[in-house]
């Protein structure tokens, strides 16, 4: 079946670089998102990234997709305080229909 | 172009008591996703509707919770009787879906729901 696993919290200091990881099952991934939750806010999606491509950039955010591992990750670079959230991997699974399956979430604390 | 609408956006019953949430999808789009996000959880598929017919309620607990979506566009989400494990943001998607191939989905800004 499929399933999404994240690490449940990260932190870091502003400045640093941050690197959220996600890992996922099944083969039949298509596109692969990262969202961003504030608190009492809604998803808000960042970024996402085609199963056949490894890398995509998109200013101070860069998605890297190990298909044979099953692993992706987001970077963030320059991290801010205003990037302190909870950020949720998610993948779109296409067999006979496509199906959005979510990780639990990895908290980013940003702290000075 | 107008998003994902929900409604209401909070949500307060007790316990046995029941309730409904409403859906209206991006115009156009055929398949349509309820989600209970639970504090501190990932966003959890409850149903998938492909038009008006239902691909995936896999994870809806059909002895309390129904959804329909009639004529392939609005849906709405029942809860009867509400316990108080049914607390949680539930949120509908949506996407445009031309096919097999992965599409984006466009999420609402949900309905927050307190059982006391």
Known sequence: GEDVEQSLFLSVREGDSSVINCTYTDSSST???WYKQE???GLQLLTYIFSNMDMKQDQRLTVLLNKK???LSLRIADTQTGDSAIYFCAVLFSG?????IFGAGTRLAVHP | EAGVAQSPRYKIIEKRQSVAFWCNPISGHATLYWYQQILGQ???LLIQFQNNGVVDDSQLPKDRFSAERLKGV???LK??????EDSAVYLCASSLDRG???EKLFFGSGTQLSVL
Do not use: E, F
């Not at chain 2, 809860?79 to 108080?84: E, G, M, S, T, V």
């Open chain 1, 39 to 41: 608190p009492g806010a």
């Open chain 1, 69 to 71: 591992d099953k692993h």
């Open chain 2, 79 to 84: 809860i009867q009787p509400a316990k108080l």
């Open chain 2, 42 to 44: 990932g966003p959890k």
């Open chain 1, 96 to 100: 006979g229909y496509n199906k959005l």
């Open chain 2, 100 to 102: 097999r191939r992965g």
């Open chain 2, 74 to 76: 609005d849906s709405t």
């Open chain 1, 31 to 33: 596109y692969l998102y």
